[in-house]
């Protein structure tokens, strides 16, 4: 059983608040993703980390940003949300040393709402 | 680029139908192939995985013959039940290329069964 965190699970805000979501893994994986997952349902990756002190941004472009301080931590942040920042946002994590066969394991997603 | 095409949602099925969701893929070599599974209100878990040609994955009852020459991987079950409502996504990493090992998925097909 994967063992991945996430909150909240549901969050209503109003446009120009700084928001962190959180995400944690107990399974001691080094790599974590973050995705966008929209109302049509297509999962776009935003964010990645191989490790510690390592991100990278993904295929979709996003004004969010995420830190790796600890392995098992993965937040993302958003300084200043707007209503287009609505959406669900999944955390996964990875071995990341299987490569080509390596499977993702996800949290359960926080869906956020920007009024 | 590498790139997943699965067919459009949804898919509407009675209880105990077949189940076939098709799938294909462009890559350059041979990916590993993924099959994942998003039940309403969670995140995505793995349902079943091929690594190379003519592997088959299974798991639930659900079957994908990894198909290089068709360069497809598509999802059968032979009795569906209610509790498989859920959206499907196929997915892929690449062997070669820029990914970084990172998932490419399809944009999902949403079943619902009725029983």
């Known amino acids: 059983e994967a063992d991945i965190y996430q909150t909240p699970r549901y969050l209503v805000i109003g446009t120009g608040k700084k928001i962190t979501l959180e995400c944690s893994q107990t399974?001691?994986?080094?790599?974590m993703y973050w995705y966008q997952q929209d109302p049509g349902m297509e999962l776009h990756l935003i964010h990645y980390s191989y490790g510690v002190n390592s991100t990278e941004k993904g295929d979709l472009s996003s004004e969010s940003t995420v830190s790796r301080i600890r392995t098992e931590h993965f937040p993302l942040t958003l300084e200043s949300a707007r209503p287009s920042h609505t959406s669900q946002y999944l955390c996964?994590?990875?071995?990341?040393?299987?490569?080509?066969?390596?499977?993702?394991?996800f949290g359960p997603g926080t869906r956020l709402t920007v009024l | 680029g590498d790139s997943v095409t699965q067919m459009e949602g949804p898919v509407t099925l009675s209880e105990e139908a077949f189940l076939t969701i098709n799938c294909t893929y462009t890559?350059?070599?041979?990916?590993?192939l993924f099959w994942y599974v998003q039940y309403p209100g969670e995140g995505l878990q793995l349902l079943l995985k091929a690594t190379k040609a003519d592997d088959k994955g299974s798991n639930k009852g659900f079957e994908a013959t990894y198909r290089k020459e068709t360069t497809s991987f598509h999802l059968e079950k032979g009795s569906v039940q209610v509790s498989d409502s859920a959206v499907y996504f196929c997915a892929l990493i690449p062997r070669y290329g820029g990914s970084q090992g990172n998932l490419i998925f399809g944009k999902g097909t949403k079943l619902s069964v009725k029983p």
């Open positions: 399974m001691g994986h080094d790599k």
């Open positions: 996964a994590s990875s071995e990341g040393l299987a490569g080509v066969t390596d499977t993702q394991y």
């Open positions: 890559a350059t070599g041979y990916p590993s």
